[in-house]
């Protein structure tokens, strides 16, 4: 099998080349993002291997039948960015890594919310000056405060279990109820209303997109702290500001952002910055924001590269595709 494979870093290499070898997998590695213009580098390929900011729309996928191409390998957990309907319709297979560190990335999520409650980031660089004043630092114990959790699945379940740890009540909106989890559901209206923390952990769907907006802004607390390591779009950016300058938010922690294509992992340091809405983002101290980089740990992106092989390896040997993301609807 010949896996055409976007977006390429240096990182993806690490796991990939060896276990590919092992398998007899030939990769093409492109640095490329998949787009329309990149798209023929896939000539010639049985399958493509993309990331979360690559996408594949209906035309794409026309063209990638044409060329013969059977699967798209996501090495990813979210397919917002592919039309699941259009590559169904052109009986390309879709596949992706649903679970492969949940820790990794609710770890993250904890690790935005103490950095924007307890200023961390920010002491650093003081200290790096030696100005030791501590103004403006004061944060907000955790212990005793309420967390809303927006989705409990893998990732949702493994924050509850930290946020528990640190003597946090949950209280959570899933229209999917995990019993089993000794938590109480709410509607998601009142989770908003009763939260001192929102951390959202459901995919990106047409239901969840702008789950944060006006609107529910309104509902929170004065003083709540958001974390978002799920999807951008879930967070209306336009109306997270208006919030930030009424002062509505203690902090806000993002890991994802609505306009990141083409930006998040890439170096741009020396570009004039042309999104207003990310440019005013960065101007607030108590919005951290991060590179899409929740899942970065050894073992997540081992897990990744095993696991997307060995879906490359059922696609080619006509196995049970058991990671296959299906068009339902
Ligand atoms: P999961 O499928 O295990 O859980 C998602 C949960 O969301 C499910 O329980 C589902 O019932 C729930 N849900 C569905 N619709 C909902 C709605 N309208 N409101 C509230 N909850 C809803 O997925 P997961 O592995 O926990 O991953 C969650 C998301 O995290 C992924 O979709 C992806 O977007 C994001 N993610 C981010 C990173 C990162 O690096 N930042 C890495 C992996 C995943």
Redesign the pocket.
């Known amino acids: 099998m010949k896996i055409a494979f976007y977006s390429t870093k240096p990182y993806d290499r690490i796991y990939f080349e060896p276990m590919s070898r092992e398998r007899g997998i030939e990769i093409h590695f492109f640095e490329a993002a998949c787009s329309v213009e990149t798209i023929p580098l896939a000539n010639g390929c049985d399958a493509l291997c993309i990331f979360v900011n690559d996408y594949l729309n209906e035309a794409m996928i026309g063209q990638l039948a044409q060329m013969g191409v059977t699967a798209i390998l996501l090495r990813?957990?979210?397919f917002n960015n592919v039309d699941i309907r259009a590559a169904a319709q052109n009986g390309i297979h879709v596949l992706r890594v649903?679970?492969y560190s949940?820790e990794a990335?609710a770890e993250?999520a904890t690790a935005l919310l103490l950095t924007v409650n307890r200023h961390t980031h920010r002491a650093f660089m003081r200290t790096r000056d030696f100005n030791m004043s501590i103004n403006g630092f004061m944060g907000t114990d955790l212990h005793g405060k309420t967390a809303g959790v927006?989705?409990?699945?893998?990732?949702?379940q493994a924050m509850i279990r930290i946020l528990k740890g640190f003597g946090m009540e949950i209280t959570a909106?899933?229209?999917?109820p995990?019993e089993s989890l000794g938590i109480t559901y709410d509607t998601?209206e009142n989770v908003f209303r009763n939260s001192d923390v929102i951390t959202l952990?459901?995919?990106?769907?047409p239901?969840?997109k702008h789950?944060v907006q006006a609107k529910t802004i309104e509902l929170m607390k004065d003083g709540v702290y958001l974390i978002n390591?799920?999807?951008g779009d879930l967070v209306r950016t336009e109306d997270l500001i208006e919030g930030l300058l009424h002062k509505k938010f203690a902090g806000v922690g993002l890991?994802?952002y609505d306009e990141e294509g083409g930006v998040f992992y890439e170096d741009r340091s020396n570009d004039i910055i042309d999104d207003e809405n990310l440019a005013r983002l960065s101007t607030f101290p108590n919005v951290l924001i991060t590179s899409?980089?929740?899942?970065f740990t050894k073992e997540a992106v081992r897990a990744i590269a095993e696991v997307t092989l060995e879906n490359a390896d059922a696609v080619q040997k006509g196995l049970e595709l058991k990671n296959e993301v299906l068009d339902t609807n």
């Open positions: 990813c957990a979210g649903p679970s949940p990335v993250f927006i989705g409990t699945g893998r990732i949702g909106y899933d229209p999917y995990n998601i952990h459901c995919p990106l769907t239901e969840t789950i390591t799920s999807r890991d994802v899409h980089m929740g899942f």
